[in-house]
């Protein structure tokens, strides 16, 4: 059974890694689907700014262990303040844990240091790690140095933000997974004057979905504009 551990994201459907819009992240995906085989890496630290998908990835990854048996907990650390470190506690038993935003603990003593026993004890029982942070281990602020070590174990790969042509494709995934139809000139109109930031997409979709619904009307342009109040 899996532990699926307070999350906080604001897609409305599940993430998987087959609808995550790879872009230049090949080798990462490929690493991903890697490491949940017998001779893949163990230990996987993905970093990138705010809105890169990093959430995206590691519950994706812990929806591709589930489909092959395994059991999972996925943490969101930025939550951590509603939460006790003592919550990791027995989390070794499982097959793959998944922390999501480790930047989020650092400078927090009692955290950290559950941290690094709990990889410790992974460490023994051979448990596959999965972590995410704005920055790489090296750069990031902990203040304990063996977790810091630890937390650099791994193969540790940046997650590189889509270009223009990764948007649009981002934007028509986002369309598909809420049964929109989202032509072609529209996603371009809505790049051309709404923020390119991965996560104001989604919340620009889910606006025009929850309009799109109480006005039973198809997305065009003129729809768009009125909706967002776009010039």
């Not at 193969?155 to 934007?171: A, C, E, K, M, N």
Request: aromatic share 6%; hydrophobic share 40%; with cysteine.
């Amino acid at each position: 059974m899996s532990r699926q551990l307070p999350l906080s994201l604001g897609l409305q459907h599940a993430p998987g890694l087959d609808d995550f819009v790879v872009g230049r992240n090949q080798t990462l995906i490929e690493a991903l689907r890697h490491s949940l085989d017998a001779t893949g890496e163990p230990m996987l630290y993905l970093f990138g700014p705010a809105g890169c998908g990093r959430s995206h990835l590691l519950q994706g990854q812990c929806a591709q262990a589930e489909q092959r048996g395994l059991r999972c907990a996925y943490l969101a650390l930025k939550d951590h303040t509603q939460l006790a470190p003592d919550i990791l506690d027995g989390l070794e038993t499982l097959d793959l844990l998944a922390f999501d935003d480790v930047q989020s603990i650092a400078t927090e003593a009692a955290w950290e240091e559950a941290l690094f026993v709990l990889f410790n004890r992974c460490r023994d029982q051979g448990t596959r790690m999965l972590f995410s942070a704005d920055c790489g281990p090296a750069a990031l602020p902990i203040r304990l140095p063996d977790l810091r070590s630890r937390l650099a174990w791994g193969l540790s790969l940046p997650i590189q933000p889509l270009d223009d042509t990764g948007r649009l494709d981002l934007l028509q995934s986002l369309a598909t997974r809420r049964a929109l139809s989202l032509p072609p000139d529209v996603a371009r109109y809505l790049l051309e004057r709404t923020s390119r930031d991965p996560g104001d997409l989604v919340d620009t979709i889910d606006r025009l979905d929850q309009a799109s619904l109480a006005e039973q009307r198809r997305l065009t342009i003129p729809f768009v504009r009125d909706s967002l109040h776009l010039a």
